[in-house]
């Protein structure tokens, strides 16, 4: 491993080869705030715009991947602010989704609402073998999940468990998560990280980086496509 770099609060880069590995641990929750957010765009734009970097890992703190949006906006009552929030949260994991570097996650535990989209926009996900909470818990607290999301876990979740970790709210722990389709694989706790720059460190060296950049627009972009129209249309409905 070398070259560590402070993006920003709670955000960290790190070089090794090929990858650019990027460290989210806030000490607390790893919530997705704005600035979080403004970060991880940062950080994805270093990783896009450098010709040595084939592959990209998100890596949570121990026991924690993401809790989701910043509670402090989403309790806060200000309708614009928490649409623009969960907007911005959408842009980010479209921008995930539609990467041109294969981006895998280190999924170090619980990984809720928002936290559980962004494992959804990844290539490859390896979590932890831990009892933890990952899922879409939105119904379960008043809350409607925006389009977008929708679409995205269409395109990713299995079809046998969509209804249950959708519609009904249901979390899964580590190995739970595989058959739901937020996961790929586990692996021991201890050896989350490693084994996420180990697959990503394969991608990369494997894949060739156009055609990747290529496959992902052809295969991914009616879904894309359809995700920033409805992003679009959230922020539309607000300001009207």
């Not at 806030?26 to 704005?34: E, I, P, Q, V």
């Not at 936290?115 to 939105?138: F, H, Q, S, T």
Request: hydrophobic share 50%; proline share 2%; net charge negative.
């Amino acid at each position: 491993m070398d070259e560590s770099n402070r993006v920003a609060a709670g955000l960290t880069t790190e070089l090794s080869g090929q990858v650019l590995i990027v460290h989210l641990d806030d000490g607390k929750a790893n919530a997705l705030s704005t600035a979080t957010l403004r970060a991880l765009h940062e950080a994805l734009d270093a990783a896009e715009s450098n010709g040595s970097v084939r592959a990209v890992v998100l890596h949570g703190r121990p026991g924690r991947f993401s809790g989701g949006f910043d509670l402090a906006v989403m309790r806060g009552g200000d309708l614009a602010a928490i649409v623009g929030l969960v907007s911005d949260g959408g842009e980010l994991v479209r921008r995930i989704y539609g990467c041109s570097l294969p981006v895998v996650a280190a999924c170090t535990g619980h990984a809720i609402a928002a936290g559980a989209l962004v494992l959804l926009g990844c290539d490859m996900r390896i979590g932890a073998d831990i009892d933890c909470k990952i899922g879409l818990n939105e119904v379960a607290i008043g809350l409607v999940l925006p389009q977008w999301a929708l679409t995205l876990a269409e395109a990713r979740l299995s079809r046998r468990h969509a209804q249950l970790v959708v519609v009904d709210a249901q979390l899964s722990n580590g190995r739970e998560a595989v058959a739901a389709g937020f996961l790929d694989s586990v692996v021991a706790e201890g050896d989350v990280l490693s084994a996420a720059v180990a697959a990503a460190n394969g991608l990369a060296t494997t894949l060739d980086p156009a055609a990747y950049a290529g496959t992902v627009a052809a295969y991914r972009g009616p879904t894309l496509e359809r995700m920033a129209e409805q992003i679009a249309a959230d922020r539309a409905a607000v300001q009207a």
